[in-house]
């Protein structure tokens, strides 16, 4: 395996960087069709500007309902690329998912599920129907240097850990992100057209609202966390952060309610200064900012009793839970 050159934002000249990558793209796709996952992510949004503006209609776009999204994510993200002129299918495979995690609570193993899941089950159908040979997706470098390093293992990397795509899921997988950070993806998505709301987005994680659930992953668990993301956005978006998010701890915590005991749940507030995720703080809210948030985390998600907020730096915390 060869060492992944890195392009550093200072260095980086988007115009370049793109022509370079369609081309690419193109010379290895030939005259043959490639599909790619769009998860509305910065990573993927980029990724399929990319991959339409070297292949057209050639390059069949996907939006994978697993189940673990934001609320209302598939629908909001496929209506964007249409008025960009890029049509993307909705794959609903949301019980392929809560069936790979039934019974799983090792971290690990979760992420590994999901990857397995994602690359062998669900894309692996969608390649044989297409006829596809390629499949292009947004890895970074930060995803890559994670992985290695047994940081943690992120659900887009595979080459660099020994493993042959085109042996494990029957095709090829082309990274045209993969020497950029992330502040330079941005500066990417911005030259390729996106909107600001989607070139300045806030980063997700490869498998979704799973990476915010510590235990065992359930319908039931995923529509709590999803309810708690949904406050934690509305009332940190303006904060000027990297990142934030709502994390739903595993063991239930005394609480009380209406003079009674009330033995509820548990949600970990992140919100984190960042310029690429490899290093991070947790960002200094106005405790009146804190407040309100837990206030309305535990009056509008049903069954939250304690509201926590993380204060521990990257490293040796990551961003996300899991």
Same mark, same amino acid.
């Given at each position: @395996?060869?060492?992944?050159?890195?392009?550093?934002?200072?260095?980086?000249?988007?115009?370049? =960087?793109?022509?370079?990558?369609?081309?690419?793209?193109?010379?290895?796709?030939?005259?043959?069709?490639?599909?790619?996952?769009?998860?509305?992510?910065?990573?993927?949004?980029?990724?399929?500007?990319?991959?339409?503006?070297?292949?057209?209609?050639?390059?069949?776009?996907? =939006?994978?309902?697993?189940?673990? @999204?934001?609320?209302? &994510?598939?629908?909001?993200?496929?209506?964007?690329? $249409?008025? !960009?002129?890029?049509?993307?299918?909705?794959?609903?495979?949301?019980?392929? =998912?809560?069936?790979?995690?039934?019974?799983?609570?090792?971290?690990?193993?979760?992420?590994?599920?999901?990857?397995?899941?994602?690359? $062998?089950?669900?894309?692996?159908?969608?390649?044989?129907?297409?006829?596809?040979?390629?499949?292009?997706?947004? %890895?970074?470098?930060?995803?890559?240097?994670?992985?290695?390093?047994?940081? $943690?293992?992120?659900?887009?990397?595979?080459?660099?850990?020994?493993?042959?795509?085109? &042996?494990?899921?029957?095709?090829?997988?082309?990274?045209?992100?993969?020497?950029?950070?992330?502040?330079?993806?941005?500066?990417?998505?911005?030259?390729?057209?996106?909107?600001?709301?989607? =070139?300045? /987005?806030?980063?997700?994680?490869?498998?979704?609202?799973?990476?915010?659930?510590?235990?065992?992953? %359930? !319908?039931?668990?995923?529509?709590?966390?999803?309810?708690?993301?949904?406050?934690? &956005?509305?009332?940190?978006?303006?904060?000027?952060?990297?990142?934030?998010?709502?994390?739903?701890?595993?063991?239930?915590?005394?609480? @009380?309610?209406?003079? $009674?005991?009330?033995?509820?749940?548990?949600?970990?507030?992140?919100?984190?200064? +960042?310029?690429?995720?490899?290093?991070?703080?947790?960002?200094?809210?106005?405790?009146?900012?804190?407040?309100?948030?837990?206030? /309305?985390?535990?009056? &509008?998600?049903?069954?939250?009793? +304690?509201?926590?907020?993380?204060?521990?730096?990257?490293?040796? +915390?990551?961003?996300?839970?899991?």
């Amino acid at each position: @395996m060869s060492e992944i050159a890195e392009v550093k934002l200072q260095d980086l000249n988007t115009q370049d =960087f793109i022509e370079e990558k369609v081309r690419q793209i193109s010379s290895l796709v030939g005259e043959a069709e490639a599909i790619n996952a769009l998860s509305g992510g910065v990573d993927s949004s980029a990724v399929t500007m990319l991959g339409h503006r070297a292949l057209g209609s050639r390059l069949k776009t996907y =939006f994978v309902n697993n189940g673990l @999204m934001r609320e209302n &994510e598939p629908q909001e993200i496929v209506s964007l690329f $249409k008025k !960009l002129g890029v049509n993307v299918e909705i794959v609903d495979a949301q019980e392929e =998912f809560f069936n790979a995690l039934k019974s799983i609570t090792d971290p690990e193993e979760k992420r590994e599920a999901i990857t397995q899941t994602f690359y $062998k089950d669900v894309f692996g159908k969608l390649v044989k129907m297409s006829g596809a040979k390629y499949l292009l997706q947004g %890895t970074i470098l930060t995803d890559v240097d994670e992985t290695v390093a047994g940081i $943690k293992r992120q659900h887009n990397v595979f080459e660099q850990l020994g493993i042959d795509p085109q &042996e494990a899921f029957g095709y090829k997988i082309i990274e045209p992100l993969v020497q950029l950070r992330k502040d330079g993806v941005r500066k990417v998505a911005q030259a390729l057209g996106l909107p600001e709301s989607m =070139f300045r /987005r806030m980063p997700f994680p490869g498998p979704a609202l799973a990476a915010r659930i510590i235990g065992e992953v %359930t !319908l039931e668990k995923i529509k709590t966390v999803r309810v708690a993301t949904k406050i934690v &956005e509305e009332e940190l978006s303006s904060s000027g952060a990297f990142q934030y998010m709502a994390i739903l701890h595993q063991d239930r915590v005394t609480g @009380m309610r209406l003079g $009674k005991r009330d033995f509820g749940l548990q949600i970990e507030v992140r919100c984190w200064d +960042s310029v690429d995720a490899r290093k991070a703080a947790p960002r200094r809210l106005p405790y009146d900012t804190l407040d309100r948030l837990a206030n /309305r985390v535990v009056t &509008e998600v049903g069954g939250v009793v +304690s509201v926590t907020y993380n204060i521990t730096t990257k490293p040796p +915390s990551t961003m996300e839970a899991i």
